[in-house]
């Protein structure tokens, strides 16, 4: 939840401090007139960088929920044929049916050693599921 509120805040507070600008300077900064000016574009930077790191969280934490689910959906896939594979090389006696099992075994260990290698790279490995590390390749 704090993923998707901290992001959302960041991007409105950037928002909030760009349109109210104006109405920041105190009384005393009205005497000496470079100040209020250096004090607007002060704010008006600090508001434009947090409209730019909203936006970009956003972006991030969106990402992170496409990326989590994809992966979940590959761990279903890959368990399914998994079992499906395992049933079929008993039954199979046809050599071409044999080949092209072994070529979607060989494709589905890829997908899993490529899954397992961006899972342990630090930051994108925080959105990959914790159970692609107990997938074992298919023999």
């Given at each position: 939840?704090?993923?998707?509120?901290?992001?959302?805040?960041?991007?409105?507070?950037?928002?909030a401090?760009?349109?109210?600008?104006?109405?920041?300077?105190?009384?005393?900064?009205?005497?000496?007139?470079?100040?209020?000016?250096?004090?607007?574009?002060?704010?008006?930077?600090?508001?434009?960088?947090?409209?730019?790191?909203?936006?970009?969280?956003?972006?991030?934490?969106?990402?992170?929920?496409?990326?989590?689910?994809?992966?979940?959906?590959?761990?279903?896939?890959?368990?399914?044929?998994?079992?499906?594979?395992?049933?079929?090389?008993?039954?199979?006696?046809n050599?071409?049916?044999?080949?092209?099992?072994?070529?979607?075994v060989?494709?589905?260990n890829?997908k899993?050693?490529e899954?397992k290698?961006?899972?342990?790279?630090?930051?994108?490995?925080?959105?990959?599921?914790?159970?692609?590390?107990?997938?074992?390749?298919i023999?």
């Amino acid at each position: 939840m704090i993923a998707i509120i901290a992001p959302i805040g960041t991007l409105l507070l950037g928002i909030a401090l760009y349109m109210i600008e104006d109405k920041l300077c105190w009384p005393q900064i009205e005497v000496f007139p470079p100040l209020r000016k250096f004090v607007n574009r002060l704010i008006g930077s600090v508001s434009i960088v947090l409209i730019i790191a909203g936006v970009f969280f956003c972006l991030f934490a969106a990402g992170g929920g496409i990326i989590y689910m994809e992966n979940k959906s590959f761990i279903a896939r890959f368990k399914g044929a998994t079992t499906t594979i395992k049933d079929q090389r008993e039954i199979i006696r046809n050599f071409h049916e044999r080949i092209a099992i072994t070529s979607k075994v060989i494709d589905l260990n890829a997908k899993l050693a490529e899954k397992k290698y961006w899972k342990s790279i630090p930051v994108i490995g925080w959105y990959l599921p914790d159970e692609l590390n107990s997938l074992e390749p298919i023999r």
